[in-house]
Structures are given as C-alpha cells and as structure tokens.
C-alpha cells in the first residue's frame, strides 16, 4: 500500500460556520435553533463526511487508481 500525507484538520477560516449552519436549517424547515445546536450539528457534518470520504477512497484504492471522482462519491453517498 502507498504511504498518504495526511493534512490534519483543524478550525480554521474554512470552518462551518453558524450562518451556514442555519441556512442549512432553514432549507429543511427549521425556525429556530438553540445555541447548543451548532456545535452538535458541525460534529454530526464532520463524522458524516468523514464517513462518506472513507468510503469514497476505499472504492478508488480498491481499483488501483489515486483520483476520487465523482462516481466514487455518488457510490459513497447511496451507501449511507
């Protein structure tokens, strides 16, 4: 197996913020939102993505190839 550089996370600028958040909320019908939520909601985002990209690259590595495309991500997306 090759050796990956893996780019650590971390909060920054790119972050998801709160007015994100709530449009978010706001397009699946959503009022409004306690305070509590938007940590909550950028940890329940950041798992679901994480889960989504793993997936994503164990298709791409499984055919031997090194670019995620976006019929590895739909395939990702329909599994969850």
């Known amino acids: 197996m090759v050796e990956k550089n893996v780019?650590?996370?971390?909060r920054?600028?790119?972050g998801v913020?709160?007015?994100d958040l709530r449009r978010l909320a706001r397009r699946g019908g959503v009022r409004r939102i306690s305070a509590?939520?938007?940590e909550e909601a950028r940890t329940a985002l950041k798992n679901f993505l994480?889960?989504?990209?793993k997936d994503a690259v164990s298709y791409v590595e499984?055919?031997?190839?090194?670019?995620?495309?976006v019929f590895e991500m739909l395939l990702a997306l329909k599994k969850r």
């Open 7 to 10: 780019v650590p996370l971390g």
């Open 12 to 14: 920054g600028k790119a």
């Open 17 to 19: 913020t709160k007015p």
């Open 36 to 38: 509590g939520t938007y």
């Open 50 to 53: 994480c889960e989504v990209l």
């Open 62 to 69: 499984y055919r031997d190839k090194k670019t995620v495309t």
